[in-house]
């Protein structure tokens, strides 16, 4: 049975040791790959997901793997246990030196996140949680908003998506923004910092399996743009939609998104 005692902290100081490694990357020429889905990989992301497979594995070599620059494990389905790793969540932006980049780690049992961290290394912004215990940020207790009015939230979302969720400008919340990091945007609801965040492309576990426990243990809401609840691990690891809301806000905005995409 795995000793999930201390873990956390663990999780925290690897994370921790891998952003250090990133900033050594960050503002500087780095080697760049395209892969086959057209998206960049650089080599601080190697970097990154080589220091946290070294360091998370020692923990405890049956837990599986999954990282978006890792082959895929084909076996990991049935395991009780399986990291979910981002090495860099936000890579366009690391390489374009803006500020809003994650580091992404979550242990997940039974298809749900059970620890997770989300490390912002440029702004010093660790966000951690673990089931039942509440979701911090550098160590200090969060909770999401108190917003209720549609009309004056921070929506954390690209233009094109908010504009297909909000068609009439009369409806329109009054605060958009954007990060290139989707663990992040979903991090900033956790700490009250944004309301909601909406995406209506595809994520992948890794993208935010880690912020989806430290959302709700802050006490936010999570799911597909349809109202769908989201699991990991599973055959798909891929989701069709992300919406990250307060409490408050989720039925408002599902009730929008529902009808943006069908």
Not at 36 to 49: E, I, R, T
Not at 54 to 76: G, Q, Y
Not at 154 to 164: A, G, L, V, Y
Not at 216 to 223: K, L, N, V
């Amino acid at each position: 049975m795995l000793q999930k005692e201390g873990m956390l902290d663990t999780l925290k100081q690897s994370v921790s040791k891998a952003g250090d490694l990133a900033m050594e990357f960050f503002g500087k020429d780095v080697d760049i790959e395209i892969k086959k889905d057209g998206s960049q990989v650089s080599a601080a992301d190697l970097a990154v997901n080589e220091l946290l497979e070294a360091e998370l594995t020692k923990l405890d070599p049956s837990i599986k793997w999954l990282s978006e620059e890792s082959p895929i494990d084909k076996n990991r389905v049935n395991a009780p246990y399986i990291w979910v790793i981002d090495p860099i969540d936000g890579t366009r932006g690391f390489l374009e030196n803006q500020p809003d980049w994650t580091i992404v780690a979550a242990l997940i049992e039974k298809n749900c996140p059970i620890l997770s961290v989300v490390y912002n290394p440029v702004k010093s912004e660790l966000y951690s949680a673990e089931t039942g215990k509440g979701a911090f940020l550098n160590d200090q207790l969060i909770t999401t908003s108190s917003t209720t009015d549609l009309s004056s939230a921070h929506i954390i979302s690209s233009k094109s998506h908010f504009n297909r969720v909000f068609t009439k400008e009369t409806e329109k919340p009054s605060n958009r923004t954007w990060n290139s990091s989707m663990a992040y945007r979903i991090a900033r609801i956790a700490e009250g910092a944004a309301d909601a965040t909406i995406s209506l492309t595809p994520k992948n576990d890794w993208d935010i399996a880690a912020a989806h426990l430290i959302l709700e243990e802050a006490g936010g809401q999570i799911s597909t743009h349809l109202g769908n609840g989201i699991t990991y691990n599973n055959e798909e690891i891929r989701h069709p939609s992300v919406v990250a809301t307060t409490t408050s806000l989720y039925e408002p905005i599902i009730n929008k998104t529902k009808t943006a995409i069908k």
